[in-house]
């Protein structure tokens, strides 16, 4: 019976090893520990790591294996386990156990590492908006504003503070964009599914971005082709009857190519008229738009190289049924077109710290439009050209930047019997010097630019960051700009009018000063992250073409400036992070920009002089739910004084306070992304936008006093579909 029971108890076998990190060879361990927690039984190695021991009737237990100087470990047993065999390897105390570190990215975030406060919005923040295009964008942003330009031809502009937008400098991916006949139109040329980021710098930029940046500088960085999805779709329709299809594709040639295609289809072929003035509120029309670039990725160089090109055609005007009627009636067409081919190389010196950039562009631009009787027709060739050297003096603490650039424009304007016909040739030479201590950063910087017509200019600037404390920076930042206005298509939606242009008798190039700064801070409440960042600029014109309405309500004279014209800008943003799934962000921002008009300094037409904003975003842990809510209140503001029927003027010159309201849910299932969201929820709308709209071409009709939306609540949905890219490893 003894025989029996032994023959028939469970054991358990093995050998215990030891490791002094994971490229060391293993060894047995002599003398190790072997015993079971809850039996107390245990057994010892022997010289070759070996043990034996006869598990209890008990189970299951608990086998733990230690040994001095390694790490202990345990092994659970079970009556499955009998006469089971083990291989056991403990680690060195020595070594540390592993940590794993989180980190939750932003959205929204302005880099505490660059010297300039460079606020960056990352492609997760488009997705919290329809984000059609461009000017789409920044609905969830207090920097920029976007303003409807008139109320029936749909085209929107950008705002930085307080300034047109184009005294900004728009760049896609540090080549100049959306400048000359692309000004007025052109934010719907980029759709956002293209984007990966943008970056908003307010005030004067680098010398290396080029002279134009007098209020900020928005660059757009396009998805890249070894990054970007092997397939991404986005679906989009809204009640309006805009519907829209995006298409984006990278892929990978061999090891040192990529490419990446980008593709939109857009199209609004319904008709609406909600405030029954007779006029469209929105043109009807189709945009196409495509991307494509090649990416090449050597050991001593890199080069890209690719084209854009878009085609816009819109029809706003009178509706159909007054069209129908017979008659004379109202129309504003559009047709814009563009193709631009670019090039990037960069080459990687021997010395560490210098390489050399060189950007090459080269554009085509045609612009047709139309506003009843008047006709606008615009043609442009574009080439730029910008190398630059990057090197260090001893160490990485100093950094310099010298480069060479060049500006070729041939553009041809003609508004019926005016005519702004140009040739511009600006070569221009640049350097810039970064210095980097463990508090101060500083970057000082001096291009010179010689214009074919207007001579020579210098633009010296400066940016500084110090690191007051662990938590606490301040910047600095103040330099010259300067650019040469095109007042026609700068101003083309004023055609919406049927007040008389007064073309400038000479044309001057618009020279500002911009000085400014900023204080941020960030902090812990509950122990939840937050920042409160604080900016003030100040821009002051030596120069500026000045767009008069106020002298004479029935001429709208252009010239150059005669008196004071100047800008402060104030922003006040607070973030907050009070869980991990809900981030709140809170801005006020305050302007006043003030202008000689009529002999008298005022603030400018359009601007409203307080703005709040509000942004609410969850995502739920599983990350399969996010909710956004977005609301803006924008603040009175002057508006120009219009000549009625009755030989009156207007007494309602300043605008109402009123608020917009935005909100988006979005359900994310593997591959597929759903979203419901809905625009000017709180269904503001402007009363009689269009002044004497009955009467289209008598000589009160004006068009442009457009503050709010014209039309009411916007509901949307669409689905987006994604296949990332496979990695070496075969992985997505």
Known sequence: MCLFSLSTAAQVK??????????????????????????????????????????????????????????????????KDRFISFSITLYSDLLLPDVIVTYKKTTHSISRLKTLAVETISSGELRKAA???????????????????DAVSGA???????????????????????????????????????????????????????????????????????????????????????????????????????????????TSPVENDFNNDGFRDIPMGTNLAVFNRYRYEGESMEAQFGFNAYWDNKTGGQTNAIRNAGGNFYDVTLDSRHIDVFAKTGFFMKK???????????????????????????????????AIFDGIIGTTDHKYKLGLSGVYSDMKQQMDSLNADRLEIVPGVFGEYTLTTSRLSLVAGVRADYHNIFGLQASPRLHIKYILTEYTDVRFTGGKGWRVPNYMIDNVSLLATSQTWVAPDTILPEISWNVGGSFSQQFKLFAKKGSIIIDYYHTRFENQMI???????????????????????IQAELSYTPSKTIDLRF???????????????????????????????????NKRWEYDLTCSVFGEARLPQVQLADSTLTTDNTSQVYPILNAQITHVYKRWEFYLGGENLTNYRQQNPIIDAENPFSSSFNATRIWAPVYGVNVYAGLRFSIKQKSEDGKE
């Open 14 to 79: 093995g050998i215990i090893y030891g490791s002094k990190g994971e490229t060391d060879k293993k060894e047995t361990l002599y003398g190790a520990k072997v015993r079971l927690l809850h039996a107390k039984g245990g057994a010892i190695t022997g010289e070759e790591g070996r043990f034996e021991l006869i598990l209890p009737k008990e189970l299951p237990d608990t086998l733990v294996f230690s040994a001095r100087g390694y790490y202990s470990d345990t092994v659970i047993v079970t009556k």
């Open 131 to 149: 984000c059609c295009n461009l000017s789409e964008s920044f609905e969830t942003n207090a920097s920029v504003d976007v303003n409807i330009t």
């Open 156 to 266: 929107k502009k950008i705002q930085m503070m307080g300034l047109d937008g184009v005294y900004t400098q728009i760049q896609m991916e540090n080549i100049p964009y959306l400048r000359g006949l692309e000004s007025s139109f052109g934010l719907n040329s980029i759709p956002g599914t293209w984007i990966e980021s943008i970056q908003i710098t307010k005030g004067t930029g680098n010398v290396v971005n080029g002279y134009e940046s007098m209020a900020g500088l928005v660059n757009l960085e396009i998805k890249k082709p070894n990054e970007m999805e092997a397939l991404f779709v986005n679906v989009y329709g809204n009640r309006m009857g805009r519907t829209e299809l995006n298409f984006n594709s990278g892929f990978r040639l061999n090891q040192k190519w990529t490419s990446g295609w980008l593709a939109h289809a857009s």
């Open 547 to 569: 767009v008069d309405r106020d002298a004479n309500p029935a001429l709208i004279t252009f010239g150059n400036f005669d008196g004071t014209s100047f800008s402060n800008a």
């Open 352 to 386: 560490p710290g210098r390489s050399i950039g060189i950007v090459y562009n080269a554009k085509y631009q045609t612009v047709q439009t139309k506003f009843g009787n008047s006709e606008f027709n615009g043609e442009e060739k574009r080439g730029y050209i910008n």
């Open 587 to 621: 801005a006020y921002k305050y302007l006043d920009v003030r202008a000689t008009y009529g002999g008298e300094l005022q603030q400018q037409v359009m601007i409203p002089k307080h703005r709040g904003f509000i942004n609410i975003g969850f995502k739920s842990r």
